[in-house]
C-alpha cells in the first residue's frame, strides 16, 4: 500500500491506494521468462487481432512465458494447454496482469 497526496482547492486531499504492484497492466512483450499472467486485453485490430483471438488469447484467459530466442524474438508461451510462439512487435498489443 502506498499513500497519495493531492493538492486541490488550497487543501490537502489524501487516498489511499490499495493496488498491489503485481496488479499493474503490462504488455505481454514486457514480462520476462517464466512469468505467469492473465489476460486483460487485447489492443490489436484487424487480421492481427483475429489471429490473436483465433490461437486463444481472449480476456481473462491465463498463460506462461515459457522461453525466448536468443535475441529475445519471437517468445513461446504456452496458453490454453498450447505452446505459441509470438513476435515481440505482436506481443505488444497484449495487455497482461502478472501472476504467480
Do not use: C, Y
Not at 505481454?28 to 485490430?45: C, H, M, Q, W, Y
Amino acid at each position: 500500500m502506498k499513500w497519495l497526496l493531492n493538492n486541490r482547492n488550497n487543501g490537502l486531499d489524501f487516498n489511499l491506494d490499495t493496488k498491489k504492484s503485481d496488479d499493474r497492466v503490462k504488455h505481454l512483450s514486457e514480462l520476462d521468462t517464466g512469468s505467469n499472467f492473465k489476460i486483460v486485453k487485447i489492443n490489436a485490430r484487424g487480421e492481427i487481432r483475429q489471429r490473436l483471438l483465433d490461437i486463444g488469447f481472449i480476456k481473462k484467459q491465463k498463460g506462461r512465458i515459457i522461453r525466448e530466442a536468443l535475441l529475445r524474438d519471437p517468445i513461446e508461451i504456452e496458453i490454453k494447454g498450447t505452446r505459441v510462439s509470438l513476435r515481440r512487435s505482436e506481443a505488444k498489443f497484449i495487455d497482461v496482469v502478472e501472476q504467480d
